[in-house]
């Protein structure tokens, strides 16, 4: 999906997730930190939001980070991570690929993220009860959960509730990292 496709298909879902729980767009802007603005142009595919905007406003909705992105599978579902478009931190050293967004009325979703070189990424808190699972496909990565720091190798994986802030780190001074994420949703 190209850059201003997506743009498009994140406006459109988000406009119908606050229109479906009654949010006018001062009040999705004060409940996500978000500006009015802002909100206006990524509703009308204008503006490609940051990874942390996607973040903000999927807690203030209390939907999932990929409910921007959802849309009905098919039975069999091919993907080829070259082909997707990746969400951005500001910097772009944090690349998201959604590999298989939330599908409805299923609890999880899947990703592929990379962190350049010697580089890190902070999340915020998700909505309570998230759990992440991570998967080191190549490089080191620092993980922090809370006050807790964790070094995980290729091959390694962890799992933690993500409710609580925390960060991503590639220590490596001359490779990406790359992990495979799942983010499991409990029941509503």
């Not at 119908?16 to 509703?43: C, F, N, W």
């Not at 973040?55 to 039975?75: C, P, Y």
Request: proline share 5%; glycine share 6%.
């Amino acid at each position: 999906m190209e850059k201003e496709q997506l743009s498009k298909l994140i406006g459109v879902r988000l406009k119908a997730l606050r229109v479906e729980q009654g949010y006018s767009l001062d009040h999705l802007a004060q409940i996500t930190t978000v500006s009015k603005p802002m909100l206006g142009q990524i509703e009308r595919g204008e503006s490609n939001p940051t990874v942390g905007t996607l973040w903000k406003i999927a807690k203030g909705l209390n939907v999932s980070f990929t409910s921007f992105l959802e849309e009905e599978q098919d039975a069999v579902t091919v993907v080829k991570k070259e082909e997707i478009e990746p969400l951005t931190g500001h910097d772009e050293a944090f690349k998201v690929y959604p590999l298989f967004p939330k599908p409805l009325h299923k609890p999880f979703e899947l990703f592929s993220f990379s962190l350049a070189k010697d580089s890190s990424y902070v999340s915020e808190p998700h909505q309570k009860g998230v759990e992440e699972y991570l998967v080191v496909e190549e490089g080191n990565l620092e993980l922090t959960v809370g006050n807790q720091l964790y070094q995980l190798k290729k091959g390694q994986a962890i799992h933690f509730r993500a409710d609580d802030i925390h960060a991503y780190k590639n220590t490596d001074v001359e490779d990406e990292c790359i992990v495979t994420m799942l983010i499991y949703y409990p029941p509503k």
